[in-house]
């Protein structure tokens, strides 16, 4: 009995790295999938896209679909319309349509997926943004403080 479990341990270790040798190869012939791949009809503007948009703003309407925590964590733009994108379908009626409009998010997954929402709704949609991305191209983001509780807000023992 222990010449057959020394027989198979043996066959085990010899046979270990041809398998993992084998689903090496395999994994190197599968194109990988990428992790963030943008998949939107909506153009994912760069940096120098949505500054050139950014240079008339009286024309544009930035959407942010974060949540406001990560706005305060990652940084923003001056000035925004904030529609967490669960709640974008629900404020339709809220958003102009005089103004191009590009949405915002981390790293335009989101942004993606709500302006090709509104682009089928009949807003002018430009592109999507990924403010993440935007900073990494050398774009400059506005970091929000964290606001200080004040005395009539804290808790009274």
Known sequence: MKKLSKLMLLVMILAAPAAFGAAHD?????????????????PKLNRAQFDELLAKPDHLLLIDVRQPDEITA??????????????????LAFIPK?????????????AGKAADLLAAKGFPVAGAVGVQNYEE??????KIAPRAPSPLTENKQ
Not at 98 to 110: M, P
Not at 137 to 142: D, K, P, V
């Open 26 to 42: 395999h994994d190197k012939k599968a194109a990988p999938a990428a992790k963030n791949e943008y998949k939107y009809k909506t």
């Open 137 to 142: 191209e050398g774009g400059t983001l506005t």
């Open 98 to 110: 005089d103004r191009k409009i590009v949405t915002l998010s981390n790293h335009a997954g989101r």
């Open 74 to 91: 990652i940084g923003g733009l001056p000035v925004y319309l904030s529609i967490q994108s669960r709640e974008l379908e629900n404020s």
